[in-house]
């Protein structure tokens, strides 16, 4: 059966700090793997990564592929209160439809002033 | 660009209510359709998904049913409501060249 796991599940910092989130996954015939953040309604796109060891950034945050290893990290640098939120990866197998999304549970991140 | 709109944006209805949820997408054509739930810590669960215009793909058995009456348009409905349908429901849309999806700001569900 197809799976997508995070960890931490849930994570404390103070502002300033670096972050590294983690997703693992096991999903047939993968093609790529998704970061979304979720505030307090509807995800909204980070990243997606479908190569091997190619970064990806966007201001602080920055996310990389290991299809070796099959598990992508998510960080977060310098991190602000703004980046309080859940954090949700999820990946996708080769498909026609996109219907095979798997999620994660996400990793709830609280940044403290 | 692309907008997705989900009304309403919270819902309180008594177990055995009959349930209408919609969706529709602006600023794309012929968009691939999908309702997620996600119950209080726990991830996404996609529901349905459509390709087109009357296609409709059930991914988990239910009491829940979806349409798809137009091409930007997706609705979410039930007959009698539970009290486990309560969650947040969520409608994505994927473009027909794209893999990644885009969510709409989603309904709460309070089923008491």
């Known amino acids: 059966e197809d799976k997508v796991v995070q960890s931490p599940l849930s994570l404390v910092v103070h502002e300033g700090d670096t972050v590294t989130l983690n997703c693992s996954y096991e999903?047939?015939?993968?093609?790529?793997l998704l970061w979304y953040k979720q505030e307090k309604k509807a995800p909204t796109f980070l990243f997606m990564l479908t190569s091997s060891g190619i970064e990806k950034k966007s201001g602080r945050l920055s996310s990389i592929l290991d299809k070796k290893e099959l598990f992508s990290i998510l960080n977060i640098t310098a991190t602000q209160t703004g980046d309080s939120a859940v954090y949700l990866c999820a990946a996708t197998p080769r498909d026609n439809y996109g219907q095979n999304f798997v999620f994660g549970p996400g990793t709830r991140l609280s940044v403290l002033p | 660009s692309q907008t997705i709109h989900q009304w309403p944006a919270t819902l309180v209805q008594p177990v055995g209510s009959p349930l209408s949820l919609e969706c529709t997408v602006e600023g794309t054509s012929n968009p691939n359709l999908y309702w997620y739930r996600q119950a209080a810590g726990r991830g996404l669960q996609l529901l349905f998904y459509?390709?087109?215009?009357?296609?409709i793909s059930s991914e988990v058995p239910q009491n829940l049913s979806a349409s798809r009456p137009q091409d930007r348009q997706f609705i979410l409905s039930s007959k009698k409501l539970l009290l486990s349908d309560s969650g947040f429901y969520l409608c994505?849309?994927?473009?027909?060249?794209?893999?990644?999806?885009?969510f709409g700001p989603g309904t709460r569900l309070t089923v008491t």
């Open positions: 459509s390709v087109g215009i009357g296609q």
């Open positions: 999903v047939t015939n993968f093609r790529s």
């Open positions: 994505a849309w994927r473009g027909r060249l794209g893999y990644e999806q885009y």
